[in-house]
């Protein structure tokens, strides 16, 4: 039986919670790219459209490159995505090739849209592991308020596109539909897994955090920050590279406030426990996070709560 998505976050997440924490971190889980920070839509919670830097797409040398050193580090796994659509990325087939020849449990999330019969294909042929359906909406009004510029005509249809072709190749491909949770969907939970069951082997239902400060809290399922700093898991958990080569201590740094080294001029290896991330990490430690932006603002290490997944799909 195929693990369920949230036995696998939540499973990873524990991991992370109960392991002893320093400034020196030992080998991380993942390898987040962001192959593109370009989009082709308008969403309401996230920041991508009013993002300050520069549009481009990481060369696939380099991608290649960092997929290479991943699997050399002792990486498991590789995400090809951050901030931006990496449908729009024209070397997505080569680098998720490259992962799954490094033996990398590799994935994607994408909204979708830019799904066709060709790029179907090479998804199922090229071995990719699992591919996250980023939707929010239970029904088409609800949905394109929400995914400003998104058809969820189009949408649907991809879904099913994907699905069909999935089964008649017998690829292994793992179809997730995900909702985030925000004040006008947060009701339709149930309208939403009766809409796409069908279509996906698994929901998956999860609290809006306000993206470093830069989503309005009054717009999200509530939960507030709370007095005492809970430590970031991600500076422990990933490394998360830039299409330019630069390193994120963050999976939704849109405008590059974290960046901590530059893999054009060092290795992965090198970088993940540089003095700047060793740093970082004491101060999350220690609750000294006022002068780092985004961490000194953000709700994430709060919302993503294990138990608070758990209870949340449970609904």
């Known amino acids: 039986m195929k693990e369920k998505t949230l036995e696998r976050i939540v499973s990873n997440w524990e991991k992370i919670d109960h392991m002893q924490k320093n400034s020196m971190a030992s080998?991380?889980?993942?390898?987040?790219?962001?192959?593109?920070?370009?989009?082709?839509?308008?969403?309401?919670m996230c920041g991508n459209s009013k993002m300050t830097r520069n549009k481009g797409m990481m060369p696939k040398s380099f991608g290649i490159r960092m997929i290479q050193e991943a699997a050399q580090m002792g990486i498991q796994e590789v995400a090809l995505y951050t901030t931006g659509e990496p449908l729009i990325y024209p070397h997505l087939e080569q680098l998720i090739i490259e992962a799954k020849k490094q033996e990398?449990?590799?994935?994607?999330?994408?909204?979708?849209?830019?799904?066709?019969?060709?790029?179907?294909?090479?998804?199922?042929?090229?071995?990719?592991?699992?591919?996250?359906?980023?939707?929010?909406?239970?029904?088409?009004?609800?949905?394109?308020?929400?995914r400003k510029q998104g058809n969820f005509d189009t949408l649907l249809k991809n879904i099913r596109l994907l699905k069909e072709k999935r089964d008649q190749l017998n690829s292994h491909l793992k179809i997730i539909c995900a909702m985030v949770l925000l004040k006008e969907n947060q009701d339709h939970q149930l309208d939403f897994k009766k809409t796409f069951?069908?279509?996906?082997?698994?929901?998956?239902?999860?609290?809006?955090?306000?993206?470093?400060?830069?989503?309005?809290?009054?717009?999200?399922?509530?939960k507030k920050i709370c007095r005492t700093i809970k430590p970031c898991r991600l500076l422990w958990d990933r490394i998360i590279v830039n299409y330019d080569g630069k390193i994120t201590a963050c999976c939704v740094d849109f405008n590059a406030e974290l960046v901590y080294d530059d893999c054009n001029l060092t290795s992965l290896t090198k970088a993940w426990n540089?003095?700047?991330?060793?740093?970082?990490?004491?101060?999350?430690?220690?609750?000294?996070?006022?002068?780092?932006?985004?961490?000194n603002v953000c709700d994430a290490p709060y919302v993503f709560d294990a138990n608070d997944l758990k209870q949340t799909m449970g609904k």
């Open 197 to 222: 069951e069908p279509l996906c082997d698994d929901i998956l239902l999860s609290k809006a955090t306000n993206i470093g400060g830069k989503f309005n809290k009054n717009e999200s399922s509530e």
């Open 104 to 146: 990398l449990y590799c994935y994607i999330t994408s909204n979708g849209l830019l799904l066709n019969e060709s790029s179907i294909e090479m998804l199922c042929k090229s071995q990719l592991d699992s591919f996250k359906f980023s939707i929010d909406g239970s029904n088409k009004q609800e949905y394109e308020s929400i």
């Open 274 to 295: 540089n003095q700047t991330i060793q740093d970082w990490r004491n101060r999350h430690l220690s609750g000294n996070i006022n002068d780092l932006p985004l961490c």
């Open 27 to 44: 080998v991380p889980r993942l390898l987040m790219l962001e192959v593109t920070n370009a989009c082709n839509l308008k969403c309401k």
